[in-house]
């Protein structure tokens, strides 16, 4: 039967396609719509390969049954349109002009693309604030998102003091999760490759600086002066005072942007913040006691507090001295240190980031999520702080959303009976609306697993449109006397049938990799829907129809 599916190159088409639309799936997708389409491309093409009746009816009463377990249990995720959801403003660090403001937005929506979202909105207020509307008022999700939202998204790989690789250098399109079996001693991983131009800088860079760190900033800070304890600082109770300052003086260096660090113990406090320039803020921890940060406000300096200040070391390759692995208070990520293979001067195009999880505080999944968002997105051209969240109601709400789906059921029904009356068979309204019906189900299901937007209502009414095209074609065929039996009529509905349906995937593919969230959804019900006519409700339909006419 396999070898008989691969000789139709209609087939081979579809199935190339398939596996595409499978990969953006598993891509942009949650786990709850991942198990329900699995189940959708083992039935569909279980069904496909082995053609018989049974298999084909089975395959549609277990998605059916599914579907409605899925519903029934997990419920389904509807877009703000329909259900409300939160608004998170982000504050520009001044105002900027209409090219810029275009950029970013666009590089706000990238990052809401790779986190997975088939809705988000992406409103400029002025020039000088971006509203940012995502479906739902789901406390964890929320922070999650504004955490990967209030990163400017800066990437600098500092050595000795110089930028050996910053996020220009880096090809977007080659940013991936490292598996964690290709890990040493770290529990995530994000590679990426380079441009020539970072490759060689790079190179020149990191010339006979072997075992040297390599500190991986996301978001350094500028303009901030760091004090903190002897024990914040001294986390590591093995490590002496002297060792502890050196190690952290060393990551915070930078040729003509060092970080300045103060140790509070024993600090007379006689400096002032004009001396480091204007709009300088001092970095504290927030359990630091006030009368202490009464001081540092005192030398002129605007508090930045952080809820852990705290840096996390490691030993040297050598063993004999301590580096800073990471510190989140100034966006240091990592810290690898520098293989003597690529110290000789030898441009390398390949690099990665590698970490950490942070125990319950973050997965390591969640952190290699934060930052492929963030480094996929690219850096926004002006700093940029998070204003407070509000959430906004549904402009449609719930009536509109039964309106939809009695609408949809409605033109079922309408169609059905037009068909029927047509073809003078009544009888034929049964099978049209039982598999229609069942198509609608299957989909709402999967795709409430994401998100449900107008797009993807959309895009529902597209493939429910589609699928009783194609029923109407089917029944044409077995009705026509043209000498043919059954099985010819039904082989050359299919021809018609696949073509179709290969022109609908090839059309939504460039919608579905577009990046512009707002499409997704329409490219990805259409898609879903096709292929569901396609592998199982079109072939269920046509054994039917063929016992009624018969």
């Known amino acids: 039967m396999l070898n008989d599916l691969l000789k139709d190159s209609k087939n081979i088409i579809l199935l190339m396609l398939f596996a595409l639309f499978a990969g953006a799936v598993f891509f942009y997708s949650k786990y709850a719509g991942l198990i329900l389409l699995l189940a959708f491309l083992m039935f569909g093409i279980l069904s496909t390969i082995w053609k018989s009746k049974n298999t084909r009816f089975l395959a549609l009463a277990l998605l059916l049954l599914l579907s409605i377990t899925n519903i029934m249990i997990n419920g389904m995720k509807f877009g703000i ?27 706000i929506k990238n990052r809401a693309s790779v986190l997975g979202l088939t809705e988000v909105k992406v409103r400029a207020i002025g020039m000088s604030q971006i509203d940012v509307e995502i479906p739902g008022t789901n406390e964890a999700l929320i922070k999650s998102i504004e955490d990967v939202l209030s990163h400017q998204g800066v990437f600098q790989g500092i050595t000795d003091g110089k930028i050996a690789l910053s996020g220009e250098d880096i090809l977007p399109g080659t940013i991936y999760s490292i598996p964690v ?10 590679g990426f490759s380079v441009t020539k131009i970072g490759a060689d800088k790079f190179a020149n860079i990191s010339k006979g600086k072997a075992n ?5 900033f996301l978001d350094r800070p500028k303009n901030i002066v760091i004090f903190i304890s002897t024990e914040d600082l001294k986390a590591d109770k093995t490590i002496s005072d002297k060792d502890i300052t050196e190690a952290a003086l060393k990551s915070l260096k930078l040729e003509g942007a060092d970080i300045p660090l103060y140790i509070l113990d024993n600090f007379n406090f ?9 709009e300088t803020k001092a970095l504290v921890s927030k359990n630091l006691d006030n009368a202490t940060k009464e001081k540092i406000k005192s030398m002129g300096f605007n508090l930045s507090e952080v809820q852990d200040i705290r840096p996390i070391f490691r030993a040297s390759t050598d063993g004999k001295n301590k580096v800073i692995e990471r510190w989140e208070a100034i966006g240091l990520l990592s810290a690898p240190f ?22 319950e505080k973050t997965s390591a999944h969640e952190e290699v999520k934060r930052i492929t968002s963030i480094l996929k997105g690219g850096s926004l051209p002006v700093q940029i702080s998070l204003g407070s969240r509000t959430s906004i109601p549904a402009p449609l709400g719930e009536q509109f959303l039964q309106l939809s789906l009695f609408g949809i059921l409605a033109s079922i ?5 037009f068909v029927s009356i047509r073809y003078m068979r009544l009888k034929i309204i049964t099978p049209i609306l039982a598999v ?6 299957i989909l709402i299901s999967l795709l409430g697993s994401f998100t449900i937007d107008l797009a993807t209502m959309a895009g529902i009414l597209a493939a429910i449109g589609v699928g009783v095209d194609s029923q109407i074609v089917i029944t044409d065929e077995l009705i026509r006397k043209t000498g043919k039996n059954n099985e010819e009529r039904l082989n050359h509905a299919f021809n018609i049938i696949t073509t179709s349906v290969i022109i609908a995937i090839v059309a939504m593919m460039p919608l579905l990799f577009s990046g512009m969230v707002e499409i997704i959804g329409f490219a990805l019900s259409t898609i879903i ?8 409700s079109r072939p269920v339909y046509a054994l039917l129809v063929e016992k009624i006419i018969n």
């Open 270 to 278: 006689n400096i002032s913040a004009n001396r480091f320039g204007n």
């Open 338 to 359: 520098l293989s003597p293979s690529v110290t000789e001067g030898l441009p390398s195009y390949y690099y990665s980031i590698s970490g950490s999880s942070q125990g």
């Open 81 to 107: 349109d329909f259900s409300g959801g939160t608004r998170i403003p982000i504050i520009l660090e001044k105002a900027v002009n209409e090219q810029t403001m275009n950029e970013m937005l666009q590089i």
């Open 529 to 536: 829907g096709s292929l569901l006519g396609f592998m199982i």
């Open 212 to 216: 040297y760190p390599l500190y991986m």
């Open 413 to 417: 029904s309408a169609i059905a009976l």
């Open 436 to 441: 229609s019906i069942s198509e609608l189900v």
């Open 181 to 190: 079996s290709q890990l040493r001693d770290a529990d995530w991983g994000v």
